[in-house]
């Protein structure tokens, strides 16, 4: 229930708009506390199983490599790999083409890395983490310091197949980045009925580029707009600006404290303004953890012992058809 009621506070003022936002999206409050049970039984058979001690030495080398490396670009790659023999060259890149085209076309990288990539990440979605170039092969390194952030490579031929990379950040290290500011905000969100026109909407639309680009809007007439224009407001709080879409990181950063986004979004998922309510700006000097070193560590360490146990539970697993 705790957990839940966290969840909602990310969706909805309270837990029972939450509910009522589920069955809109045609899900329900009993689906998503099943997946929160699985969840925290899961974690918990972890703990309970596996041992993920850290050392301090352990620590001090990672802190150690930090301060060598300090001001050098890092990565956040995701791979998909996919094996290939002399014999199905062929066939292979031809499917690495064809999943490059579906992710283009708005298909989840972690949903296709799970189903399609052979290598050991494709049981955390092809996630590589933050990575230096120099840690990766020739052939991905070259491909991952030429990319934008966002973008997908081309299949790229590696020792035994092909590989997709994705470049989903960067950062430089021990670095203060301006993205690592912590927002508060206020989302209105105008939805509208299935099937309205862009001429039956655009008056809406306009009363709310009015009431909230006029200069005088913040925070506090959130709620006021939203009703001039029969939209919903929803709070968040703690929103880090690297975790939102490249455009609006760009966007937020330029605004001040009471501030709104111009309208984005679509007739079909809703036209939204985001309102500047709050900025925790990061440390002037970026700083070494080395207790959340440990934390990361020994989190990776429990992944990675997790991933083992769900390849043992799946080759152990007996499917009975009827």
């Not at 001001?71 to 094996?83: F, K, P, W």
């Not at 230096?132 to 070259?142: R, V, W």
């Not at 690297?242 to 809703?270: A, K, N, V, Y």
Request: aromatic share 6%; glycine share 8%.
């Amino acid at each position: 229930e705790q957990t839940y009621a966290r969840v909602a506070s990310n969706f909805a003022p309270n837990v029972d708009d939450f509910d009522a936002f589920l069955r809109e999206q045609g899900s329900s409050e009993r689906s998503i506390k099943r997946q929160i049970e699985g969840e925290l039984a899961w974690d918990r058979l972890l703990r309970r199983n596996f041992s993920a001690e850290v050392s301090d030495a352990q620590v001090e080398e990672i802190v150690q490599r930090l301060q060598d490396n300090r001001g050098q670009t890092e990565y956040r790659v995701s791979e998909i790999y996919l094996a290939a023999s002399p014999g199905n060259q062929d066939q292979i890149l031809a499917r690495a083409n064809q999943i490059i085209e579906q992710l283009r076309q708005g298909g989840s990288f972690p949903a296709y890395a799970r189903q399609y990539s052979d290598a050991t990440t494709a049981a955390v979605g092809g996630d590589l983490g933050w990575l230096l170039p120099g840690q990766l092969p020739n052939e991905l390194a070259q491909a991952v310091v030429q990319m934008p952030v966002g973008s997908l490579s081309p299949p790229i031929s590696v020792p035994g197949g092909f590989s997709i990379i994705a470049v989903s950040d960067s950062r430089q290290i021990l670095t203060v980045d301006p993205r690592d500011a912590v927002l508060s905000l206020k989302q209105i969100t105008v939805s509208f009925p299935p099937g309205t026109q862009v001429a039956d909407a655009e008056p809406r639309i306009e009363t709310l580029t009015r009431a909230t680009q006029t200069g005088t809007a913040g925070c506090g007439a959130a709620e006021s707009i939203a009703g001039q224009v029969g939209g919903d407001v929803v709070q968040n709080d703690n929103v880090r600006v690297r975790d939102l879409p490249p455009e609006l990181q760009q966007m937020m950063g330029e605004l001040q404290i009471g501030q709104s986004t111009p309208p984005f979004g679509s007739l079909t998922e809703g036209v939204r303004v985001l309102i500047l309510c709050g900025r925790d700006d990061p440390p002037q000097t970026a700083t070494i953890d080395p207790q959340q070193i440990e934390e990361t560590l020994r989190a990776d360490r429990r992944n990675r012992q997790a991933i083992s146990y769900l390849r043992d539970l799946r080759a152990n697993a007996i499917i009975e058809y009827r």
